[in-house]
């Protein structure tokens, strides 16, 4: 079996979870609950369903990474958010790599500007796409796939992306489940995530489209 194969059933393979788990996580309550029925394999099953979102994100990542800090406390919760998310964007970066690089890479001079910054600022534009909550993050994963990025340095630019972003959507999705008895900590979080969140789209907004030329020696 090629490469290319086993990607291809990789994605069929969590087409179909997703199709499975499709009403619960239309359901955040029934997806907790889901969730938390299976014990010491509840873990495991977490881990998954947010792998699963990073291909697929049916729903906001935020109510994934609250029901983890629910069920397993703010570091653990964390940390399990982190590794699904690390995993998942992992998974998506090599499916585009597999399933698509062959294809893409000789037309990635169709891309423009975008695909000239891909070539040359790889890993501060991933770093700075994770920082930026309306950016969807599979499509960053699959288009740094399809990119001359290396994994490490796709790897690293997601983990030092994730960290803040995990930490506040942790802290929003545990307060949205919690709203009756954190609604001015929620406030708060949303602020802060506004002002900060904000900054980097607004940086990534002019910078794009004011670029610096070049200084002539």
Known sequence: ??????????LLISLAIVVFLYPKLQNPTALKAFVSQW??????IDLVIVMILA???????VLMAG?????????????????????????????AR??????????????????TLLRGNSFSVVLLSRLIPVLPSAAVNYAAGL??????????????????????????????WRISHHPRRLL???????????????YWYFTKKFPKEPRLL
């Open 147 to 176: 990119s001359l990025m290396t994994f490490p340095s796709f790897l690293m630019a997601t983990l030092l992306g994730k960290i803040p972003m995990i930490v506040w959507e942790s802290w929003v999705g545990h307060d949205l």
């Open 39 to 44: 014990g010491l394999l509840s873990i495991f």
């Open 55 to 61: 291909l697929f994100p049916v729903i906001p990542f």
């Open 67 to 95: 029901i983890n800090t629910i069920l397993y406390g703010w570091i653990g919760g964390f940390l399990l958010s982190l590794c699904g998310s690390l995993l998942g964007a992992s998974l998506g970066f090599w499916l």
């Open 98 to 115: 597999t399933l698509g690089q062959a294809w893409a890479q000789p037309k990635m001079s169709k891309l423009g500007k975008w695909g």
């Open 1 to 10: 079996m090629t490469k290319k194969h086993f990607s291809f059933i990789t």
């Open 188 to 202: 708060l979080a949303l602020a802060i995530g506004v002002l900060v969140f904000g900054s980097v789209g607004l």
